[in-house]
């Protein structure tokens, strides 16, 4: 016989039922979990196991260039099996090889031989107005560069220039300390300064043929270049943005700005900051003082030899002399097809303040202010892989005479069939007002016309960005 339940058993044995059934599921649901955490652990390891084969796989590639590059016939390390683990087993280290041969540095293949390049200019410069002194065909420089890592610590960089006469200078020697508490580093030797960001680079760099005028008109030449001691330093806590400190004394070469007869130190100081606009695009500025001595201009040693008093007028040698620049840097290149199309924005201005003496019609020397500027603009716009095109506008007075000014306009076309050469046509037009006209064998306008070839062998570092 069946016994009757009561409404209130049937609850009963309900709630009970129902009590067993969630155990159950959350027993199904954890063993679930495990087992979905388990295949993420394998699956993690199996990861781990790959990247240490590509790894293993890798060095042994290094390894066999090493003995390629050095002619040696050590065998390289033997691979180490791979070890088996459980799916749900954890993680354990990797058991340690045991050595078959001694270590070996990792720089041996080239531990005392510098890394050696060779670099020369074919000018071809032709004045479409006038018969100029230094037009025709030319090896307007040639340079050799030797630069190996002394130990850990140290670098040095050793760059030697062959002018149109043959004779060999020093272009910068210098050695880097690059372990330096605190994110200093140190150069010491001869160097060219960090004054904007033209007069940094070698002639072969330049993205023209000729510098820019407001640069030659303000330092020669030649770059602003000094013997002396450099400390760079990354300002800390500027956040995601770094703001470059460097802070030069040197002796410097220049005799248009300063005096480099009497070897004054000059004082320079640099700050540089490079912002991220996108992935493609980025802006950099900086902004350069540099302080020093000047001596007398050409102009007053000529008007006191015609005037007869070098015997008894001496100017002075150790007026003040000031110089400050701003420059600004925007590229472009884009991500998906940087190498056929990019694209350059590059402005600086310089700015004088320099004290000079006067020969007054009387035979007195007379001391007084000159306050000139100048700058340029070149903006290149690449087409394709191999060929740029480019735009540069200048404009400049003179550091001794801010009444005489000139300007001037470039077009430029660049062909790279390779990274180890380059091809550079220019065409420029200039026109000066009387003053500087004077400079220039009276010549108030130009056109001229560059050609200019540039092959490169050995391994030549990159230039900073």
């Known amino acids: 016989m069946f016994k009757a339940f009561s409404w209130k058993d049937l609850v009963c044995h309900a709630a009970a039922i129902a009590a067993i059934m969630l155990c159950c599921l959350a027993t199904v649901r954890a063993e679930e979990t495990t087992q979905a955490d388990a295949g993420v652990v394998a699956a993690m390891q ?13 060095k042994e590639q290094v390894d066999a260039l090493t003995r390629a590059g050095t002619g040696a016939a050590t065998p390289g390390p033997s691979a180490a099996p791979q070890e088996q683990v459980a799916p749900q087993a954890p993680l354990a280290p990797e058991p340690q090889q045991p050595l078959t041969q001694p270590p070996r540095a990792a720089s041996t293949g080239n531990a005392f031989n510098p890394a050696i390049s060779a670099v020369f200019q074919a000018i071809g410069n ?32 050793l760059f030697l220039a062959f002018g149109t006469d043959g004779e060999a200078e020093v272009e910068e020697g210098y050695g880097t300390f690059l372990t330096l508490p605190g994110g200093l580093q140190a150069k010491a030797g001869r160097f060219k300064s960090n004054f904007g960001k033209w007069n940094q ?8 043929v000729d510098r820019p005028d407001a640069l030659t008109s303000f330092f020669g030449e030649e770059s602003l ?15 995601s943005t770094f703001v470059e400190s460097v802070t030069e004394i040197t ?27 996108s992935p493609s695009a980025t802006i950099g500025v900086g902004a350069t003082g540099a302080t020093g001595k000047a001596g007398p201009t050409e102009e007053l040693v000529d008007a006191i030899d015609d005037a007869g008093l070098s015997a008894t007028l001496t100017p002075s040698d150790d ?48 001391e007084g202010t000159v306050r000139s500027f100048g700058g340029y603009s070149y903006a290149e716009y690449q087409f ?5 095109a480019g735009l540069r506008y200048d404009y400049t007075e003179f550091p001794d005479d801010d009444s005489a000014h000139q300007r001037g306009g470039s077009a430029v076309l ?3 069939p390779t990274e180890f050469q380059e091809f550079r046509f220019q065409f420029k037009h200039t026109g000066r007002n009387e003053e500087a006209a004077a400079r220039f064998d009276d010549i108030d306008s130009d056109n001229e016309f560059f050609i200019e070839w540039i092959p490169s062998i050995g391994p030549h570092p990159a230039h900073a960005y």
Do not use: C
């Not at 680079?201 to 023209?208: D, E, I, M, Q, R």
């Not at 002796?251 to 606009?277: C, G, K, Q, Y």
């Open 46 to 58: 199996r990861e781990i196991r790959d990247l240490k084969e590509q790894l293993r796989a890798l």
């Open 126 to 157: 032709a004045s479409i107005d006038h018969d100029i002194d230094d037009e025709g065909l030319s090896l307007s420089e040639a340079e050799i560069g030797l630069q190996a890592v002394v130990d850990p610590y140290a670098r040095v960089d």
């Open 201 to 208: 680079l070698h002639n072969h760099a330049f993205p023209t």
């Open 225 to 239: 270049t000094g013997d002396g001691a450099s400390l760079s330093w990354l300002l800390p806590g500027t956040g």
């Open 251 to 277: 002796s410097t070469s220049n005799d248009v700005m300063f005096n480099a007869r009497r070897s004054d130190p000059m004082l320079l100081e640099h700050l540089s900051s490079v912002f991220t606009l």
């Open 319 to 366: 007026l003040p002399s000031n110089v400050f620049g701003v420059d600004l840097t925007y590229k472009w290149k884009p991500l998906q097809s940087g190498l056929y199309r990019s694209f350059l924005w590059q402005t600086e201005a310089v700015h004088s303040v320099r004290d000079v003496e006067e020969l007054d019609p009387s035979g007195v020397l007379l």
């Open 384 to 388: 394709a892989k191999r060929w740029r």
């Open 414 to 416: 660049r062909v790279q």
